[in-house]
């Protein structure tokens, strides 16, 4: 009978804690989501409802959208396109500012729809032998003696806005099966989110790392 009653504690507490880590995502989705509504509502709160007379929740997400449309109505014309090159070289006189935005306009324009500024994800042996390091093709490159490198960024973990740039030879790069979203999941987790098998080629053999 002990034995029974032990095996049912197992499972209710077993059920109860699979319950909690389905929760959690949930909870902290939505606890993010009011954080965003709750912080453009009191930038726009203070300004609106005095006109309006009472208070609209959500407002401030509204508004906040409505001017991201606005935003990108004005960069898609010829004017806000100078503006915004006037800026970007603003920042780029500015080191750390500099690489901070040309990093994550990078990486925003890879999730974007025209976006082509990761191509795939492969990895490299960095730091060390053995050792083996996400990295995201941005280009290609030929050398003066018709060698072709490929141009890789590779980001830190887990913020991927900041990373360094590597020029390497084709042949030291490793493909992967990997898509840019689940490379990008990989760093941002620290390696908590990322598909179990991992297929690569390595040395003309194919096989799981």
């Known amino acids: ?3 029974f009653l032990k095996k049912v504690r197992v499972q209710i507490r077993n059920k109860i804690l699979t319950g909690v880590l389905a929760l959690i995502p949930i909870a902290v989705t939505i606890y993010l989501i009011r954080l965003f509504v709750e912080f453009f509502d009191n930038i ?35 004017l806000g396109k100078k503006l915004l090159l006037l800026i970007e070289k603003w ?15 990078q990486i925003v324009y890879a999730f974007s729809v025209q976006g082509k500024g990761f191509e795939k994800v492969v990895f490299i042996e960095y730091p060390r032998s053995g050792i083996w390091t996400i990295a995201f093709v941005t280009g290609e490159s030929v050398g003066k ?27 030291d790069v490793i493909p992967s099966e990997m898509t ?19 297929s690569f080629i390595r040395k003309n053999k194919k096989g799981n790392e």
Do not use: C
């Not at 009472?54 to 959208?65: A, D, E, K, M, T």
């Not at 072709?148 to 030879?169: H, R």
């Not at 689940?182 to 620290?190: D, E, F, H, N, R």
């Open 44 to 78: 726009v709160s203070p300004i609106i409802d005095p006109y309006i007379g009472f208070h609209i929740p959500g407002l401030g997400i509204v508004v906040f959208f409505i001017i991201l449309y606005i935003l990108g109505l004005f960069v898609s014309n010829l």
């Open 91 to 105: 920042l780029n006189y500015i080191p750390i500012a500099g690489t901070i935005y040309r990093t994550a306009k």
């Open 145 to 171: 003696d018709g060698a072709e490198f490929y141009n890789l960024f590779v980001p830190t973990t887990p913020n991927p806005t900041s990373g360094w740039a590597l020029f390497i030879p084709k042949e």
């Open 180 to 198: 840019i979203e689940q490379g990008l999941k990989a760093l941002i987790s620290g390696g908590a989110v990322a598909p179990q098998k991992m």
């Open 1 to 3: 009978m002990s034995s």
